[in-house]
């Protein structure tokens, strides 16, 4: 069966620090991959979105970005961190056009 | 889209009402929709799908109604329990770009 790895679950990161969070898919190949982000009590936002090793698709001008080394890895990072990009960041993998995406658990991140 | 820095709608209901919940999508193109249910501090989880051939769709305790005229997507759920409350959000994909998109979300609260 599939499953999403997603860590850490919570991040505390002052301001200006560098951010990494990994997410990893088992039981699947070539997976579409994506970093979605929500705000306390808001919806989600895609902000990144690959269908193949190498290739990101960006959809909001920002502080992030986004790199998949590996058919089934997905790194969502930034070099300073700013105080709005706080927030519930969610990974997810789908297979095919017309299916439905599964998200791993999120990440809490708190910058300070 | 724009929608996901507002917050969210909210809906209240006694257990054992029916809900029904709405949700405009952006893309007249768009050729798949879902219908996510994401519980406090965790990530979405999928309820129901449904294509754009389709008008009409039904799973266990829920259905879901597709209006491609005005763009429009609801969510039924029969016999509504308090485990049910939850946000809920709708997704499109458009199979030319194949990226998986959210609404706004709505917040059901269900009261015993």
């Known amino acids: 069966s599939q499953t999403i790895h997603q860590w850490p679950a919570t991040l505390v990161q002052p301001v200006g620090s560098p951010l990494s969070l990994e997410c990893t898919v088992e039981g699947t190949s070539n997976p579409n991959l994506y970093w979605y982000r929500q705000a306390a009590g808001r919806g989600l936002q895609l902000l990144f979105y690959?269908?193949?090793?190498?290739?990101i698709s960006s959809e909001v001008p920002q502080n992030l970005s986004a790199s998949r080394p590996q058919d089934r890895q997905f790194i969502l990072s930034s070099k300073k961190l700013l105080l709005s990009d706080s927030g519930f960041y969610l990974c997810?993998?789908?297979?095919?056009?017309?299916?439905?995406?599964?998200f791993g658990q999120g990440t809490r991140l708190t910058v300070v | 889209g724009e929608s996901v820095g507002l917050h969210l709608p909210t809906l209240s209901v006694q257990e054992g009402d029916n809900s029904i919940i709405n949700c405009a999508y952006s893309?007249?193109?768009?050729?798949?929709f879902i219908w996510y249910k994401q519980e406090s501090g965790k990530g979405p989880q999928f309820i129901i799908d449904?294509?754009?051939?389709?008008d009409k769709r039904q799973g266990q305790r829920v259905t879901v109604l597709l209006n491609k005229t005005v763009k429009h997507l609801s969510l039924q759920i029969a016999a509504t329990q308090p485990g049910d409350s939850a946000v809920y959000f709708c997704?499109?994909?458009?199979?030319?770009?194949?990226?998986?998109?959210f609404g706004q979300g709505t917040i059901l609260t269900v009261h015993p």
């Open positions: 893309n007249s193109a768009s050729d798949y």
């Open positions: 690959s269908v193949g090793i190498g290739q």
């Open positions: 997810a993998w789908s297979v095919g056009d017309l299916t439905e995406a599964f």
């Open positions: 449904i294509r754009s051939n389709m």
């Open positions: 997704a499109e994909i458009f199979s030319s770009y194949g990226k998986l998109t």
